[in-house]
């Protein structure tokens, strides 16, 4: 299953990766964006000009990591088109 099965949507929104956060244990992952984070309008799927919400996703998923509750894990399939993995910690 994809995650635009799951969201209808490339992105993860940031309330169903907190709501995932909180109910995650040890080992859990979860693919939060496909596509090219630093220049989602250059991105193959679905480029967008909407790069506030992309960057927040971005930012909130970084604050994860720094406060070592998740670690990030990225998978690259073509020149920009990436898929961005949360692991929890």
Not at 5 to 24: A, H, Q, Y
Not at 64 to 78: F, P
Request: hydrophobic share 35%; net charge positive.
């Amino acid at each position: 299953m994809s995650l635009r099965d799951i969201t209808g949507d490339l992105m993860l929104s940031i309330k169903k990766f907190d709501e995932w956060l909180n109910k995650s244990t040890k080992g859990d992952k979860i693919m939060y964006y496909r596509g090219f984070l630093f220049a989602p309008n250059q991105q193959k799927l679905s480029p967008t000009l909407d790069l506030k919400r992309v960057e927040k996703l971005a930012t909130h998923v970084r604050n994860a990591y720094h406060g070592s509750t998740i670690t990030m894990v990225q998978k690259r399939h073509d020149d920009f088109d990436y898929e961005y993995w949360a692991i929890r910690t």
